[in-house]
């Protein structure tokens, strides 16, 4: 069974960065997309960036291009969320996800989703 543990969640001021991780199980991220969305409170789950398995494609949500950056190291079987120039809109919980393509998790098509770790950017 495939298992995503996200980390490096935490509390940081406007301007601050952060760079989550998603730990996977076996080499998921060699065969899948990877992807990260993101909740904040009373707000749906929104899509930030997806990365292919190949690594050479990637897709970011408008609000986050020029700030976030989405990688991976296959040989750790984890994938990152390099997020600069935080927000205070930026607050939420992030989920790591893998799914069969780029595109399709920029349409919430995942078959794998962590369980989440929480930003809070400070005005």
């Known amino acids: 069974q495939v298992q995503l543990v996200e980390s490096g969640g935490g509390l940081v001021q406007a301007g601050g960065s952060l760079r989550l991780s998603c730990a996977a199980s076996?080499?998921?991220?060699?065969?899948?997309?990877t992807g990260w969305f993101r909740q904040a409170p009373g707000k749906e789950r929104e899509f930030v960036a997806a990365?292919?398995?190949?690594?050479?494609?990637?897709y970011y949500a408008d609000s986050v291009k020029g700030r976030f950056t989405i990688s991976k190291d296959n040989a750790k079987n984890t994938a990152y969320l390099q997020m600069n120039s935080l927000k205070p809109e930026d607050t939420a919980v992030y989920y790591c996800?893998?799914?069969?393509?780029?595109?399709?998790?920029?349409?919430?098509?995942?078959?794998?989703w962590g369980q989440g770790t929480q930003v809070t950017v400070s005005a």
């Open positions: 996800a893998a799914g069969r393509g780029p595109r399709g998790l920029s349409n919430y098509e995942a078959d794998y």
């Open positions: 076996g080499g998921i991220f060699s065969n899948y997309a």
């Open positions: 990365l292919s398995w190949s690594g050479y494609s990637t």
